[in-house]
Every structure is written in structure tokens, then in C-alpha cells.
């Protein structure tokens, strides 16, 4: 064998130049249905493919508000002693940012207690929700898919832990007569995404149980129906009317 036939390079050709006919070809374009090319183009609308551009959790924050504590603030012990078992983060006092004359707020009172969580604190916080604490819940319904934040999409999705629910936590439950009184807790998930739908995409794949869209939104209707129904109608609307008229009709004669 010669010298050239052992250094040279076996090439390969990666160009595939088989040819289908004209019936297979016709096949595959109506395999791409309508559904399958709308579903696509939603996608790549909703998500980027790039991998800096995928959403992620930024924080976990975690609130609990009694406002009892204005006359008592020893309450708030068995708050922060909770939340603290829960996380295994420094708790801190959550302080009043309004004023309330009626119920003797003042601002920068302490009335609650919270814990930010950052990752991977966050991330194993709620993968102990996912794995221990939901599937206990009975008649809790799931996640809601709208952000948290009233007339805002900014990607916080929140949702509350019920007072006979805070003890089922495993760090809670063996110590569950140490604690006094356990309270409500809220959990605001903030995300880096830009709409509740792409948090709503990352969550899920934390294995966190959502509602049906349809149904959260006809509940959102209904609680708007409830609350205009419940508005008591100004007993003076009439003669503010009546002022009105006649400050029109002093008007036109002075005119």
C-alpha cells in the first residue's frame, strides 16, 4: 500500500442528497397541523430560547399579620419562633407602613413578623411544601394563576397556609404543644418573569398544584358582584342632586 493511500483521510459526507417524492413531501406539511403551528408560535412568543432569558425564583418572602398585637406585643413570640422552625432563617417584626386611628396604628409598629428567603434556601422551602405540607391539606384548592398584586403582572404568585394547616410542617408537628398559638401564614413567590404566565411555567415545575384559569376568574366575578351588592347607597345622593340643579339654575341667571 502506498504511502498516500495510508495518510489519506477518509472524507465523509454529511449532506443527506436522498431524495421523497412529491406525495411524501405533500404527507409531512399536513402532518404541521393548525393547532401544532399555533401552539409553536405561542411559545416562542411566551418564552425565550434563551437560556439568560428563562425565568427563576428570586425570593420567598413569608408574612404573618395579627393585629392584635397593638394592645399585647408578647404575641408575636410565637410568631416569629414559627416561621424561624419553618425556614431556619432569622425571622424579623413586621412593621405598620399605614396609620389607623380606629384601630390605634401607628407607623412603624410592630404588628407581624416575616422571612425573606433567597436561594436555595427558597427552592428547598418549597420543595418541602410540595412534598410534605400540600398533600396534607384536604380542602385546599391550589395555587391561583394570577399575580398576587391586585391590577399588576409582574410575576409574584402568592397564596395562604391555613391555621389548622401550620402544624402539619414536620419541623412543627413533634413541637406542636410549645406553641402557644399559630397563626396564618402568606407565601409571595417572587420570580423573575415578566407575566404570571411564564411564573405560573416555572412553578409548575416544582410540582405546585394551580387552579383552573376559567374558574379563578369567575370567582373573581363573583366576589365583584358580592361587593356592589353590598354597598349602601348614599342617602343623600338625591338632594346632592337637587344642590346641583340649583347651583345650575343660579348660574343661568346670573347669565
Keep these: ?34 393547532a401544532v403551528r399555533e ?28 393585629e392584635k398585637a397593638v394592645n399585647n406585643k408578647q404575641i408575636l413570640l410565637p410568631a416569629l419562633l414559627s416561621l424561624e422552625a419553618i425556614t431556619g432563617a ?12 380606629s384601630k390605634v396604628i401607628r407607623v412603624g409598629m410592630p404588628l407581624g413578623a416575616q422571612v425573606t428567603l433567597n436561594p436555595p434556601q427558597a427552592h428547598e422551602f418549597l420543595d418541602k411544601c410540595t412534598q410534605t405540607l400540600l398533600p396534607r391539606l384536604r380542602e385546599w384548592p391550589g395555587l391561583s394563576p394570577f399575580c398576587s398584586k391586585k391590577g399588576k403582572s409582574v410575576g409574584i ?26 397563626y396564618e401564614i402568606h ?21 405546585m398544584p394551580f387552579r383552573e384559569r376559567s374558574e379563578v376568574v369567575q370567582e373573581i366575578k363573583a366576589n365583584e358582584a358580592t361587593r356592589n351588592a353590598n354597598k349602601v347607597s348614599d342617602p343623600f345622593a338625591k338632594y346632592k342632586k337637587k344642590e346641583v340643579d340649583v347651583t345650575k ?7
Excluded: C
Design 249 to 255: 339654575s343660579v348660574t343661568k341667571s346670573r347669565s
Design 39 to 66: 401552539l409553536q408560535r405561542g411559545f416562542d412568543k411566551n418564552f425565550s430560547p434563551r437560556a439568560d432569558h428563562l425565568p427563576a425564583i428570586r425570593k420567598v418572602v413569608l408574612k404573618i399579620w395579627d
Design 157 to 182: 404568585l402568592g397564596f395562604k397556609i391555613p391555621v389548622g394547616s401550620v402544624g402539619a410542617f414536620p419541623d412543627i408537628e413533634p413541637h406542636f404543644d410549645l406553641y402557644p398559638m399559630l
Design 90 to 101: 432569622p425571622a424579623q417584626p413586621l412593621l405598620a407602613t399605614l396609620k389607623d386611628t
Design 187 to 207: 407565601v409571595e413567590i417572587h420570580t423573575t418573569a415578566g407575566t404570571d404566565k411564564a411564573a405560573a411555567a416555572l412553578l409548575s415545575g416544582f410540582q
Design 1 to 34: 500500500m502506498s504511502s498516500s493511500g495510508r495518510l489519506r483521510r477518509r472524507l465523509v459526507n454529511i449532506i443527506d442528497y436522498s431524495t421523497i417524492t412529491e406525495t411524501q413531501y405533500n404527507r409531512i406539511e399536513r402532518l404541521k397541523t393548525k
